[in-house]
């Protein structure tokens, strides 16, 4: 997958788990594995993970089984 597309599927699931407040230990698999399918994590996906974990972080997001 091309970094744009990678960067655009990540947005889209990162944007799933802050409209539902929930993250799954699968989504947030799938979330990380995807960020580093290329083994480059660029700015871009760098910038979505850092939103996520500072959502988590403040608990606006929370982790679920």
């Given at each position: 997958m091309?970094?744009?597309?990678?960067?655009g599927?990540l947005?889209?699931?990162?944007?799933k788990?802050i409209s539902?407040?929930?993250?799954?230990q699968?989504?947030?698999?799938?979330?990380?594995a995807?960020?580093?399918?290329?083994?480059?994590?660029?700015?871009?996906e760098?910038?979505?993970l850092?939103?996520?974990?500072?959502?988590i972080?403040n608990?606006?997001?929370?982790?679920?089984?």
């Open positions: 091309k970094s744009g597309e990678t960067g599927k947005n889209d699931l990162i944007k788990a539902d407040l929930e993250l799954t699968d989504e947030h698999n799938e979330i990380l995807l960020a580093s399918e290329d083994h480059v994590i660029d700015s871009q760098r910038a979505l850092g939103q996520l974990q500072e959502l972080a608990g606006t997001v929370k982790k679920v089984r």
